[in-house]
């Protein structure tokens, strides 16, 4: 685990090399085994491999160009009505597990917060929303860009040590 940890990075450049679909199903799997609170479990995980829709995951953020060229994203949401108190937690632990099962198979990826708007006022998630054909009631919580790095992997040191506070500040 310390291992996918250290190595985990945020990439933006990927090959055409296919994410398997073996990979894809443990990465899933991952993802679903989050802890929730109060064991609620209100996401919902969908894998977008569909090039015309990636192209569109695209496009509502400008952090988000790299989707076009992953090959697979998968789109983290939330039922706010299951849990409206803890969904957004909820869904980031489910992100990261899905990041890290990504990294342990030497996978790139890039996670897409969705929240707000774009330079233009336009609502990210409703957005989402539409391409994706996500019901009203769903939130999206998270894009998250997949698939085999076309560089050599960037990885970054810990964060400052000196952030770390014992008992109190």
């Not at 055409?16 to 802890?35: F, K, L, N, Q, T």
């Not at 994706?132 to 894009?143: F, G, M, Q, T, Y």
Request: proline share 7%.
């Amino acid at each position: 685990m310390l291992k996918a940890i250290a190595e985990r990075y945020s990439c933006r450049s990927y090959s055409d090399e296919p994410v398997s679909e073996e990979e894809i199903g443990e990465i899933v799997a991952a993802g679903m085994r989050a802890p929730s609170g109060m064991n609620v479990r209100p996401w919902h995980i969908i894998v977008v491999r569909d090039a015309g829709l990636r192209e569109k995951l695209a496009q509502p953020h400008e952090w988000s160009f790299f989707c076009a060229a992953s090959p697979v994203v998968f789109a983290v949401c939330g039922d706010e009505g299951a849990s409206d108190h803890w969904w957004l937690e909820d869904c980031a632990a489910v992100t990261e597990n899905i990041l890290l099962q990504a990294a342990d198979f030497g996978l790139g990826t890039c996670w897409v917060g969705i929240r707000g708007s774009d330079q233009h006022g336009h609502d990210r998630e409703e957005y989402i929303r539409e391409v994706l054909d996500i019901p009203e009631e769903i939130r999206v919580s998270a894009i998250i860009a997949c698939g085999h790095p076309d560089k050599p992997a960037r990885p970054k040191p810990a964060g400052p040590m000196e952030n770390v506070h014992y008992d109190t500040w």
